[in-house]
């Protein structure tokens, strides 16, 4: 009698795998783009520390992101001459929803993901903005 594997047997094998990967590539995908994310939303936390620094100076905060006491550092994933602080007349309040600085993701940049800007608010909230129907990284609103 020979011993090995049958045809149904290594079909039923790859057919598994096929299902299994089906599944973790494209988690993998979510993943890695909300890690890359990642780069952006602490940049955004330290300028929105800066915009809070500014208005408690001047009553006003800044559309000039060198006016800010932070040196911002190049970027590995986002392009930085996307970055835009935001002037707001008013801060605090009950909202907190001032948008202070936002900053996008090319697709030139993220072929396989697309375009989408995250923004930063005076609450510390950050949102993602989808307006080319790509879908934002996980974790995001």
């Known amino acids: 009698m020979c011993k090995g594997f049958t045809l149904l047997e290594l079909l039923t094998v790859v057919i598994i795998i096929a299902i299994l990967a089906a ?19 602490n940049l955004l936390g330290v300028i929105r520390s800066a915009q809070i620094r500014y208005y408690a100076e001047h009553a006003i ?3 000039n992101c060198s006016e800010l006491d932070v ?8 392009d930085i001459s996307t970055l835009n602080c935001l002037k707001q007349t008013s801060y605090g309040g009950t909202s907190g929803t001032n948008e202070l600085a936002n900053i996008q993701r090319n697709t030139f940049q993220n072929p396989g993901y697309g375009t989408y800007t995250l923004r930063i608010y005076e609450n510390g909230e950050v949102k ?3 307006s080319t129907g790509i879908k934002c990284p996980a974790g995001f609103k």
């Open 23 to 41: 599944i973790a590539i494209p988690q993998f995908f979510k993943a890695a783009e909300r890690a890359r994310a990642s780069e952006a939303v």
């Open 71 to 78: 040196d911002v550092p190049d970027l590995r994933y986002f």
């Open 61 to 63: 905060t800044t559309d």
């Open 128 to 130: 993602c903005d989808s």
